[in-house]
């Protein structure tokens, strides 16, 4: 499948048509970026890391049952996807407290949270990403009240088989963001899983694996998400 037009180049990865208009490529970059591309930075093989480690977890979470977009990874960068009607909103879980949830509600970092959390951001780099709820997106159109609740199924069915999956190879899964999208009607997980999206912790010393190294200039970026890969079992 060759690459066509360029359709949406975002901050991480770059979007192209194909032949087949139901088909995207995807193009893992290896630019970075935090706090809604305030801070920005180019790391040496980051987009074929997240793209290995994309494909290996959506692949399992297909597995089980799962919808996502991804058809295939085409080679160190690309993989092939469906073509989805983005909805414009993130789904949040949260098994231990850390980022904002910390800063909104003044909990301390690390706190076991049980059950799980679940929350809803409008993806609008412009406004960051506001804490949103059920209620804005059906008055404000971002979603129906069908794709709330099937968004909100999916996306704890993903924690059960990620913190199982993550927990065997000695990591933490702390909190991860999913993005949802539609094609002919129906939902599909979209976007990405990788350490740039979700926040993974060491299960012996709670060393932080994922972007809040870059985020927190703690150094070692790639050489933590490899690290994840690694003890995945992600060929890298
Ligand atoms: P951002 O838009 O936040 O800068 P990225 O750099 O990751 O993010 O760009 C990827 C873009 O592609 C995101 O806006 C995401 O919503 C969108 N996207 C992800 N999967 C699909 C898909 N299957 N079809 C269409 N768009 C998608
Ligand atoms: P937060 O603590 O900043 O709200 O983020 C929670 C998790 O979701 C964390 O793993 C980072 C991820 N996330 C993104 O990757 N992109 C986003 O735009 C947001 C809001 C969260
Ligand atoms: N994903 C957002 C960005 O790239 C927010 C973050 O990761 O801090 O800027």
Known sequence: MKKGDLLYQGKAKSVYKTDDPSLYIMEFRNDTSAFDGAKKASLDRKG??????????????????????????????????????????ECVVRNRAAGSLCRRLGIKEGQALV????????????????????SHALTFGWATEAQLAEMKAQTLKVNTVLSRMFDAAGMTLVDYKLEFGVSEGRIYLGDE????????????????MDKDRFRQDLGNVIEF???VGKRLGVPL
């Open 48 to 89: 074929e890391v997240n793209n290995r480690i994309n494909a290996y977890v959506m692949e399992k979470l297909a597995a089980e049952g799962i919808p996502v977009h991804l058809k295939s990874m085409l080679d160190a960068n690309n993989s092939l996807v469906m073509k989805l009607d983005m909805i414009p909103v």
């Open 115 to 134: 059950p799980p959390t679940y929350e809803l951001f409008l993806k609008n780099d412009e406004l960051h990403d506001p804490f949103i709820n059920d």
């Open 193 to 208: 899983f990788s350490p740039d999206g979700c926040r993974i912790w060491d299960k012996a010393t709670g060393e932080k």
């Open 225 to 227: 998400y490899l690290e």
